[in-house]
Every structure is written in C-alpha cells, then in structure tokens.
C-alpha cells in the first residue's frame, strides 16, 4: 500500500516551458488536492477533484490546469512555466465523509528559470 | 485575508519540557481543526485534531486545546523530543465542507527541539 505518490520528484524548468506533475493513489479515495507550499505562506490549494471526472478551482489556480480521468489519478499541468511558479507542490487525497484527514504525497520540487 | 494564522515562524525548546503551538483563526464557520507535521523532503503527515464540539483531545504526548470564544487553539507536546523537531501546521475546515473536503491552512511553525 504506497498511499499517494508523485512523480517526478524534482524538476527545472525553463520560463515558457510546460509540463505535468502525476499524482497517484491506491487508497480508492474519491477526493484528490493540488497545494503549492511557498515560504511564510503555509500550503495553499491550486485546483481539487471531488471524483473521477470533476475538477474545480482552488484559492490559486491561475497559470495550473488538471485532469482525473482516471480516479485513482490526478494531474497537474503548467503549460507556460513563470518563475513565479517556483514551489514545492504537494497532491492529497481523502475519503470523504466528517473527521477524516488527507493524506499527502512526498512533493515535487519545482524551480523555473 | 489569512483565516488561519499561525503567528510564530520558529520555536525552540529544550529536549523534556513543554512545547506549545498556537494557531488563530477568523471564520466562525469552522468546525473542524486538524494538525499535520511535517519532516524536511516529506509531506504532511497527520498528527491529531479536534471537533469543535469539544475543547479538548489528547493521543499520547499530543494534546491539543480549542478556546472557541477566542477563536484560538494549542498543540502542546509533553515531552518535547529530538525527533519532533518539524514545521507543523494548523488546518481548519468549514462546516459543511465535507462535499469537498477544502482545508485552509496556516503558514507553519518550525519546532526545533533541543537535546
């Protein structure tokens, strides 16, 4: 049971350049979050599903995009990359329902040039 | 506008005493508090929370305190550990949430517990 996975890791980017963070969980969760965590500012939420097919937008969800085709998937996608975009992003998922947690991924460090 | 604030960057105490994190929030509506620790490199991983409907929950060293008048509550470790040593964050979620689950969190505080 590897719980919520990312991939890649890490990656650089060149300002302009696109790319897609992959989110993977096995815990047949219905809910799945996209968050940037940036110094002094805690993690803040880009873009969240609330089941295979659904997406909808968070407090920062300018310059991302996402798809859940499939639910146990959740991607991420920069299609022109900004400096500004320089974080760690980290993806969660949840089961639903009151008094429950997410459960989170280990994070992709991304730098854009 | 910061509906959970989270005021102290840093914290450092001694290996065996107290620590205590404190977290503020603004929304009335929140009716769930959670607080998630995390390790350098690693994600957040959940560490205990609290129903507001109660003022208090304890699980092991991990106590964690909510004053609802104040809108404020603590997380107090005793005692303290080397290996707590982690940025931890209060999280809160709205009542009425649970369609999506949506956390607001706050920005962190960097325990560092000294041997």
């Known amino acids: 049971n590897a719980g919520v996975t990312q991939t890649p890791k890490f990656r650089v980017l060149k300002t302009g350049q696109s790319m897609t963070l992959l989110c993977a969980q096995d815990?047949?969760?219905?809910?799945m979050y996209w968050y940037r965590q940036d110094p002094g500012m805690g993690l803040r939420l880009i873009h969240y599903s609330v089941g295979e097919g659904t997406t909808a937008k968070g407090e920062v969800p300018d310059g991302y995009n996402v798809s859940r085709l499939k639910k146990q998937n959740f991607l991420l996608g920069l299609e022109s990359a900004a400096p500004s975009q320089t974080s760690v992003y980290f993806c969660?998922?949840?089961?639903?329902?009151?008094?429950?947690?997410?459960?989170f991924g280990p994070g992709t460090r991304l730098t854009v040039l | 506008d910061q509906q959970v604030k989270q005021n102290s960057p840093s914290l450092s105490v001694q290996e065996g005493r107290i620590s205590i994190l404190n977290c503020d929030y603004t929304?009335?509506?929140?009716?769930?508090f959670l607080w998630y620790k995390k390790y350098p490199a690693e994600g957040p991983t959940f560490l205990i929370s609290?129903?507001?409907?109660?003022d208090k929950n304890e699980d092991g060293r991990f106590t964690v305190f909510l004053n609802k008048s104040a809108k404020h509550l603590s997380l107090h470790i005793v005692p303290s550990q080397p290996g707590d040593s982690a940025v931890y964050f209060c999280?809160?979620?709205?009542?009425?949430?649970?369609?999506?689950?949506?956390?607001?969190f706050g920005q962190g505080t960097t325990l560092q517990v000294k041997p």
């Open positions: 609290i129903s507001s409907i109660k």
């Open positions: 999280a809160a979620i709205e009542a009425g949430s649970s369609n999506t689950g949506k956390l607001i």
């Open positions: 969660a998922s949840f089961e639903g329902g009151p008094y429950n947690e997410q459960f």
């Open positions: 815990m047949n969760h219905e809910y």
């Open positions: 929304n009335s509506m929140f009716d769930y």
